[in-house]
């Protein structure tokens, strides 16, 4: 039998991290597109709305079922606007093991939003899913996301070399790949200890209540 993760929705004070519905296609189909998503994802360019539908209706909801992982849109409780994604993926049911990724809409960001929704799903695997191991990869030209990593409270574990094919716009304005180094980062269950409150001092975290 597979393992799966439960069909639920994560709540912070600000967010509100559920699975992806129909009416998020026309959003998140927008966010995709944005350069520095291209830049670091390996998302189709351009990216259409039928990507978008294809991804909502039917891969999101492949990796839960399948076991792989586990999939959040991420809005934000007040107005409801798509914040983002975090992707729970490669999934070790018997190691207790799964990697973290994120998107966040450039509207979205310098507002710690996927800081506060990477630790809510943290701690929702942890102490909610007994998991033992959150592993996050980063291209190395990344820092945005890497300052994400160290925020959470992650520890850099080391240096794939020539792991990823990144894309930058050339001269004529089209994408090309380059191969890029990946750091590995890794977060335990100890590791969260005082994260939130740390966060939370200097403004780039709100404090949240129940995940569930």
Request: proline share 3%.
């Amino acid at each position: 039998m597979t393992s799966t993760f439960p069909n639920i929705s994560i709540s912070t004070e600000r967010l509100v991290l559920r699975p992806f519905e129909e009416p998020d296609i026309e959003a998140f189909a927008e966010m995709m597109n944005d350069e520095l998503v291209t830049a670091w994802t390996s998302a189709p360019q351009p990216y259409t709305e039928a990507d978008a539908r294809k991804w909502i209706t039917e891969l999101a909801q492949a990796e839960r079922a399948e076991g792989r992982g586990i999939v959040f849109a991420v809005t934000e409780f007040l107005t409801q606007r798509l914040v983002g994604i975090v992707h729970l993926q490669h999934t070790n049911w018997r190691v207790r093991s799964s990697e973290i990724a994120y998107v966040v809409a450039p509207w979205a960001r310098g507002e710690g939003y996927a800081s506060e929704a990477a630790l809510a799903t943290a701690q929702w695997l942890f102490h909610d899913q007994k998991f033992e191991r959150l592993e996050l990869r980063t291209a190395a030209d990344n820092t945005a996301s890497q300052q994400v990593a160290q925020k959470i409270g992650c520890i850099s574990e080391g240096v794939l070399r020539n792991a990823w094919i990144a894309r930058t716009r050339t001269e004529d304005g089209t994408w090309t790949e380059v191969r890029t180094d990946v750091i590995v980062w890794s977060l335990l269950p100890e590791d969260l200890a005082g994260v939130a409150e740390q966060l939370a001092d200097t403004g780039g975290f709100t404090s949240y209540g129940d995940w569930n």
